[in-house]
């Protein structure tokens, strides 16, 4: 006869209650001890019964031995049942705050992230497990509540570009006597709001590939990066009167070469854009021990400390409004912060005390 259980037949055998479970480890623990006593208990009042009987010159009825046995029969079943009440209780008892939390972790949803368990009691595993679990609420809350912001702020910045692109060509097109060199003009003005659209959606593409993660790594150096990407900046950084000075040492690591590339472009972007006239960026990469290490520092405007994790949200401008403007999205810093947590890397800024940020990613 066959007897394999099959994986149908398998789900249909349910695994017993966690109540159940300690009702039977209770109850066998108890009786473990207490069965083997008795036993023990009975054997030796037996003994002493057939002694007695031994001695005595008229043996007494055997009723005697049948009324002890009924009595150690009784009290077996008796001590069996309150042990099994006993641990039934007990196990109910003990496990009373994790019915409660999990009643509660079924009332939360997506809406209602704000609510918590506020398991009290002593600090044992159960009110630590608690206190984990509402913590993991909080950052789910705080995840939901960001994702929230970020699709509004998205939805923000794309109806922009097009609302202004449908403004621009229906000026030109309600103009009956728009010349050749209007239409021109509106065109061109159109392509260069298609564009802003179409860095923004490149921008927010770069960002889901970082916080997504890396699928596959090469050897990247830093240095040959990061001159590339300080070549490419040189006539902007003319343009604005900023001076950019480089020590590149070489500096490996294992990662996603266009998403590095990213990095290090925002980065300079970043230190370029919030500058003053006449400033400068230092740009420098390395090893710190056996890890590389790269640091970015401009002289800018001042910024306050409390300040630096607004720079690092998506949408975040510092001491301007959420426009969308020629300089970029306030994704930069964002996309940084994403590629540097793909990469496990330490990201670190401090603002400088004349003004400007200093950056240093360290990969491990």
């Known amino acids: 006869m066959n007897l394999t259980v099959t994986g149908r037949a398998r789900r249909h055998l349910r695994r017993p209650s966690l109540r159940a479970q300690l009702t039977t480890l209770y109850a066998g623990l108890v009786l473990a001890v207490v069965v083997p006593m008795m036993l023990v208990a009975g054997f030796l009042f037996g003994r002493d019964q057939v002694r007695l009987r031994a001695g005595d010159a008229a043996p007494p009825p055997d009723t005697s031995a049948q009324q002890v046995d009924a009595v150690l029969t009784v009290t077996g079943i008796i001590v069996v049942v309150l042990t099994v009440l006993a641990a039934w209780w007990l196990a109910g008892r003990f496990l009373r705050p994790l019915r409660a939390m999990t ?10 992230l704000n609510r918590r368990l506020g398991l009290r009691g002593p600090d044992d595993e159960l009110t630590r497990l608690g206190r984990t679990l509402d913590d993991l609420f909080e ?12 699709v509004a702020n998205a939805s923000h910045e794309l109806r922009t570009p097009l609302a202004g692109q449908r403004a621009v060509l229906q000026v030109a097109l309600a103009d009956s006597e728009a010349g050749e060199a209007s239409l021109r003009a509106a065109c ?5 709001l298609g564009a802003r659209q179409e860095r923004l959606i490149g921008a927010l593409l770069t960002l889901a590939e970082g916080e997504k993660g890396i699928e596959h790594r090469e050897l990247v150096d830093l240095a040959e990066v990061t001159e590339q990407v300080v070549s490419s900046r040189r006539s902007e950084a003319a343009g ?65 400390p409390q300040d630096l994790r607004r720079l690092f949200q998506p ?20 996309i940084v912060r994403a590629v540097a947590e793909a990469h496990g890397a330490r990201l670190t800024a401090l603002p400088r005390a004349k003004g400007g940020l200093d950056v240093t990613i360290v990969f491990d």
Not at 139 to 150: E, I, K, N, T, V
Not at 188 to 192: D, F, G, K, P, S
Not at 322 to 327: I, K, N, V
């Open 315 to 334: 949408f975040q401008r510092l001491g301007a409004p959420r426009t969308h403007t020629a300089d970029g999205h306030g994704l930069g810093l964002a």
């Open 103 to 112: 009643v509660t972790a079924r009332e939360i949803s997506a809406t209602n």
């Open 240 to 304: 604005r009167t900023v001076t950019v000075r480089t020590s590149l040492d070489p500096a490996p690591v294992s990662g996603d070469p266009d998403l590095i590339a990213s990095m290090i472009g925002n980065l300079v972007d970043n230190a370029l854009h919030h500058n003053v006239p006449d400033g400068h960026v230092i740009i420098a990469t390395g090893l710190t021990g056996d890890r590389a290490r790269l640091t970015i520092g401009n002289t800018g405007p001042p910024i306050r």
């Open 188 to 192: 061109e003005e159109a392509l260069a």
């Open 139 to 150: 950052r789910l809350d705080s995840s939901f509540a960001a994702q929230r912001h970020f």
